[in-house]
């Protein structure tokens, strides 16, 4: 045992690398554990532990090769998910207030700390500018508590996060001005250079990634393993492209991931193992290879290093909080907004590291302001996890409290499978579509017809639906299966709705459209859409869902008035926000204006256009302007329904035909009761003159109100 022992190096920085790794792994284990118990951000402990551990403590691990590879990794990572955990459409919506924001956070310290340095601590002009723009930067060390918090779609990070990508880009522009100006290659040919290379860089990452993406997720949509490796890939390219355009990597990074915004769902099993990775190995690694940067013994080297370090670290934090000060008062934001704001904006770590090892190395800096910015880093890493925490948790409460009351918050989604095939498609679905402040399990269900082979069917179901609960796990969502047998599909489904009191049901369709007169799909998913009053969402599914464009709706006439109208619109309105999807709309101008008046009331932000469509025997000309990356919504109604008109029964015959590429859905939205709707259809109902089927809705208009009301109308 002692010989092998022997053959182990524990020399000083220790060299062997499964015990490095193995050292580190602990550290990322352990060190937020214990802070918690403290009640201080995870954040905070790793940057310590890089401290103790690294050149500048006990001297455990070297910050080697390795090591600074991971790092650059977790720092890619971190801007990546900035870009793509971002809402695009509130995004959008306050692009301008990003770059206001961006303008505050890097004039303000700039004009804080050029005369600090310049007349307070005596240095020259190019060095006081170089130092002045280091206050400006700063890097999202504390995106990863926003995002834990859940805040990461609140207006004043969205701002933050566009503020920062403004902010560091212009930053890095006065570094390699004043690095050309120090050589003597300020001309023109330098401007012309640097304009081209980031036009051709900013037209690679926006217009040549995305179809490139598009196309992948569309052929490989099986291979996950593939692809993760993929968007990894498509993350360091983008990367490397923005160094070769004269900028630094992380712009890249931070731009690939608004370019694929729209591709990876926030709720997907993609965007899941991108967080899962990155946050369990990736951006911990980063946090800690910034501790190992930080020597406190140089403030033992005399009093002109501590005054240095205590100089630039107060003009840090103070120019930061007053940028977040006025862009409080600009746009009246609440105090905690304010906070968030000045935490994530206020730590300085990659920017701030390269501007000063550039003016270091090219002898514009000393070695007192590379020793005060390391410990720059420090304290400001520190505050501003300090200071996100606490304010982005009574943010998220804020929040919270100001949400609208939503109907059957704890709604149960039941998605019916046949099909295999169709297991992981409908389960995606299905998360895309359950409000995440539901506690309730996404149920798969299999209902096996009642014969001599139900046994073993059932045996075979159970192993089929398995696959659900494994492809859900991979986002973190609850799925229960169960198995039914019943005399026939249809009644097995709708006898499970009832018991189990479903809110909605999703259920895929073959697209063979009924043949029987008097039929829309056929005879199990008639009976399920006439025997329950619950929301039921028909869908085929022909493309990954995440490739969504738009999501062109179309609604009939008086959709407002339905019980289940805000249900149905919630549900587009989740989707369209988790794929990045613009919403057109095809209805009346009455119906569309109801729309618009319950985005507002709800602080709905979708982008979204009208289109007047009255004459449902037009239909089809939604054809032309339905592409193969669309999602078609047809919002029909029961008979017997405020909304209904008979045309509605032919849509789902033409759908299978003319948008046999498209994925499309149809929806019931939600009725007062389903055997309140049976008892006032008959079989008149089928084949009616325009005024015959208006005098018989009125007819059952009235007596839905009997029902409801408990009271008799006259002349009904």
Known sequence: MTGLLLNVDFSLPLKNPVLVFSILLFIILFSPILLRKFRLPGIIGLILSGI??????????????????????????????????????EFKKNRYKSI?????????????????????????????????????????????????????????VAITVGGTIITDTAVLLILAVITGSKQGGLDQAFWIRLIISLTIFSGIVFYLLPPVARWFFRNIEGEKTSQYIFVLALVFLSAFLAE?????????????????????????PLMN???????????????????????????????????????????????????????????????????????????????????????????????????????????????????????????????????????DLDEKILVPISNPATIEPLMDLAILLKDRRSSQPITALSVVQDDDEARERVVQNKQMLEKAIIHAAATDTKVTIDTRVALNVGN????????????????????????????????????????????????????????????????????????????????????ARETSSEMHLHTTPKTFEAIRRYFAKNRILVSKKFYDFEDWEDFLILAKSVSRDDLLVVV????????????????????PKYFK???????????????????????????????????????????????????KQDGA
């Not at 690694?285 to 100089?311: H, R, Y």
């Not at 968030?340 to 590291?353: C, D, E, F, M, P």
């Not at 029909?636 to 759908?655: F, H, M, T, V, W």
């Not at 006032?680 to 029902?707: A, F, M």
């Open 100 to 156: 206001l924001f961006g303008f505050f956070t890097f004039a303000i310290p700039i004009s804080i700390g050029y005369p600090v340095c310049h007349y307070l601590l005596g240095y020259d002009m190019l060095a006081s500018v170089m130092i002045a723009s280091m206050f400006a930067t700063h890097t999202l060390v504390a995106y990863p508590i926003a995002s834990r918090l859940g805040i990461v779609k609140n207006e004043a």
């Open 244 to 268: 070769v355009a004269g900028v630094e990597p992380i712009i890249g990074a931070f731009m690939s991931g608004l370019a694929l915004n729209s591709l990876i769902p926030h709720t997907s």
């Open 492 to 575: 097995g489904i709708s006898q499970y709705v009832k018991e189990k009191m479903i809110s909605v049901v999703l259920i895929g369709w073959t697209g063979k459209a009924a043949k029987v007169e008097g039929k829309i799909f056929g005879t199990a998913l008639d009976q399920l859409i006439q025997s329950n009053s619950q929301m039921v969402m028909v869908t085929q599914l022909r493309q990954p869902i995440n490739i969504t464009r738009r999501i062109v709706v179309a609604i009939p006439a008086n959709a407002q008035y339905e019980v289940g109208f805000s249900g149905w619109l919630q549900k587009i309105n989740l989707l």
């Open 273 to 407: 193992r991108i967080e899962f990775v990155g946050n369990a190995l990736f951006i911990p690694f980063f946090l800690i290879s910034v501790g190992m940067l930080v020597d406190i013994k140089v403030l033992s080297n005399g009093p002109w290093a501590l005054i240095v370090a205590a100089t630039l670290s107060v003009v840090a934090i103070t120019g930061k909080w007053v940028a977040a000060w006025i862009t409080q008062r600009v746009f009246r934001y609440s105090r905690y907004q304010r906070n968030v704001i000045w935490g994530l904006s206020n730590a300085h770590a990659a920017a701030t590291l390269a501007v000063i090892l550039v003016g270091y190395n090219i002898g514009i800096l000393d070695e007192n302001v590379l020793n005060g910015t390391i410990i720059l880093i420090l304290i400001t890493c520190l505050v501003a996890s300090f200071v996100t925490e606490r304010a982005g948790r009574n943010l998220a409460i804020a929040e919270l409290e100001k949400l609208p009351e939503i109907k």
């Open 636 to 655: 029909c109604a029961r008979k017997g329904s405020i909304s209904y008109n008979s045309y509605l029964d032919e849509i789902p015959g033409k759908l």
């Open 52 to 89: 103790l551990v690294g050149p500048y403590g006990f001297n455990l691990i070297e910050r080697n090769e390795a090591i600074i590879l991971f790092s650059t990794i977790g720092l890619l990572y971190i801007m990546f998910l900035a870009g793509l955990e971002l809402d695009m459409n």
């Open 661 to 711: 590429e498209n994925n499309f859905m149809v929806i019931f939205p939600e009725q007062p009761g389903g055997e309140m709707l049976d008892s006032v259809i008959t079989e008149e109902d089928i084949s009616l003159s325009p005024i015959q089927d208006n005098i018989q809705r009125l007819s059952r208009y009235g007596k839905v109100l009997r029902r409801l009301f408990g009271k």
